[in-house]
């Protein structure tokens, strides 16, 4: 089982910046065995997709919405994962979910098998 706490959201002005962050935990836990990603979801909307990076961060992906503005990271030894978000626009407000799933060291995925409970980014114009 896997425990996964975000933090780190909160209301931004256009154009403003966030870094999130999610705290990984579970029994025998080794965080370089998941990728790891984050989803979002906004009121009325379905959870979208936003990034994901590989067990040891040598591979990310992104949506288009987010590319050159957002970034995904992870530090192994702190059993934490990061999305830095850039000139947030009104459009990025949700609930940002950080999401894990058992994988190789070099795979990315857009499902997964854990999830946190959410953090609220709010962009206003």
């Known amino acids: 089982q896997v425990q996964l706490v975000e933090s780190g959201g909160g209301l931004v002005q256009a154009g403003g910046s966030l870094r999130l962050s999610c705290a990984a935990s579970g029994r025998a836990f080794s965080l370089s065995l998941y990728a790891m990603g984050w989803i979002r979801q906004a009121p009325g909307k379905e959870r979208e997709f936003v990034a994901a990076?590989?067990?040891?961060?040598?591979?990310?992906d992104y949506t288009d919405s987010v590319k050159g503005r957002f970034t995904i990271s992870r530090d192994n030894a702190k059993n934490t994962v990061y999305l830095q978000m850039n000139s947030l626009k009104p459009e990025d407000t949700a609930v940002y979910y950080c999401?894990?799933?058992?994988?190789?060291?070099?795979?990315?995925?857009?499902?997964?098998?854990?999830w946190g409970q959410g953090t609220q980014v709010t962009v206003s114009s």
């Open positions: 990076i590989s067990g040891i961060g040598s591979n990310t």
């Open positions: 999401a894990a799933r058992r994988s190789g060291y070099y795979d990315t995925h857009r499902e997964y098998d854990y």
